[in-house]
DNA sequence: GATTGGCACTCACAGGAGCAGAGTGCCGAT
DNA sequence: ATCGGCACTCTGCTCCTGTGAGTGCCAATC
């Protein structure tokens, strides 16, 4: 009994029950695939397989489906890659190059990946905190508060006020705001609050306690865990026939509305380089037993600043998925790029 | 046969059906409400009421459901306003207040409403056209490309870039930056591009340029579909055991993703005065066949600039949602409001 | 030792029959 | 106008059975 051959058998449950959605059997196994064994030899591979937990029966007489752990054998060893053609290429490039702004472009990706993938996108929002500050723009209104807008290199827009006891004028707004743009030019928006202390050493009185005042929101805004925003795009994919999921919605739907868990997930993710994969329990959210997440980074020259990926059932096109979600990030990459 | 009571059929009807999700015959409605006559009496009622075309037989031998007509007329007529308690108004007030900026509040107005409705919420970001300017920023990004950030009075922040074929130095910046803002100040969006031409009329050369660029950029974005932006949340509970909605899910979930078509029934809505309710079939929208809207109006002093609202099976509970609508339109006018 | 054909066994599932219950419409009486 | 009674309809449930797919095991073969 070779271990290859057992491993043949596996790609070949994997690749018959995700698009047939059906459990899969030793005769039709041997139908469809040019194993050169008889259904019987199978038989014996699958019930090896099963020992090992790689495949299971849903019933007694009924076929065998891929585990999750058989699922992850697959991705790990198995999968082979499956370009895109390039007509889809250059489909990607242009409708995420004909966006207006950074919410359009992330609109536009994930839009992509859904229908591309037939499932669930997720896009990440370029970090705050790795972005890099392209201007900070101070903006009195009202009375006594001050609208502090941060603008980032990635094109992302964050705002807040801030009460201030005495509104400053507007040469002594031009001057701090000067500084503040001298002090934070070309560094990383987790940097600031160190950058606007040194700044403001130099300083006294109410400008100081201006300075400081905006280094206190600042760091507070990147404290917060809304600094990460996420959107979500072909959430009607998940009642399509053949999604696994048709009568077991509401799990899947709750877990995407947690967007503070899903987050933490894709936070862990982030830390694997290339394309990550998490399969069924691997994702560690109740919600997604029944589901895998592809993702994977993008961001100017190599440097992930947030994530994109694709979540559907664990009985998924994995080639195709992680396929899709790598050509998008690449062009997402480029297009955010200088 | 009294009119009278026959309305006062329909009302039980509706109320039962909601409540119980079952059709409903004469006897438990004899049972359940004291109208006063025989089932025989109520059977007479029902046949007349459906020949009315208010209510229908899903099937010959089981009870009564309202149709689409028929809950027009319990809306219209019969409902009764069914207020929230002061916990609860308590509850919607300092949850709303504790929002840290514009993305926040409308977030958390649409949390609000998914939780206390136990259907989707769908709240709309202040309209661009009818906010008033706060602030318009220039910026100098790389080579030749000026960032225009425009900030509205409703904490809305837009931004776009526009080439220039020369990047102007900082004092003629200023000098553009100030007359455009005295332009523009106290003015809604709408009216920007008409102000900035008045403005630029008493310029020359490179500055006039400029005004004019800003002002091109201006329309442009006011024009552009996305401008009305859109937030649902509570999604999940479409799939909610009782919703109607379990085994066609599909097509709402749909509907709601086409954003654009969604924002042109909101549009409509908004026309209306107060709290505005569509109907099934009176959606027009085919994926909300099953479906109703309930939206109403928010905005500081009662100016509507944008919707909020509620989206459900036909069969809801209208008092209850209609009442909550209008709750958190009422607060989130307030904590908009100066 | 691996492979194979044969065979008995297990189950899920579809189809059909039968039954109970809910609800209606109609009719004649009040 | 209202009501009680009654025959009739139809859905939904349960029970039953037959069928087919698929397995595991065993003895024979390469």
Redesign the pocket.
Known sequence: ??EE?RLEVLRAIVEDYVSTR????????TERHRL????????????AL?DEGYIA????????IPTDKGYRLFVDRLAQAKPLSSPQRRAIERFLSEAVDLDDVIARAGRLIAQLTGQVAVVQYPSLRRSGLRHLELVPVGGRRLLVVIITDTGRVEQRTIDVTALPDEATLAEVRARINVAASGRRLAQLPGAFAEASASLTGADRDLVQAVAAIVAETLAQESEERLVLAGAANLARAGMRFEHALRPVLEALEEQVVLLGLLTEMAAESGVSVRIGHETQLAGLVDASVVTTGYGADGDTIALVGSIGPTRMDYPATIATVRAVARYLSRVLGP
Request: charged share 20%; glycine share 10%.
């Open positions: 009994m070779s051959r059906e459990p899969v059997g030793s005769r039709v196994l050169g064994v008889s259904p019987a030899t199978i038989r014996n591979d699958m019930a099963e029966q849903p019933h007694t007489s009924a076929g065998r």
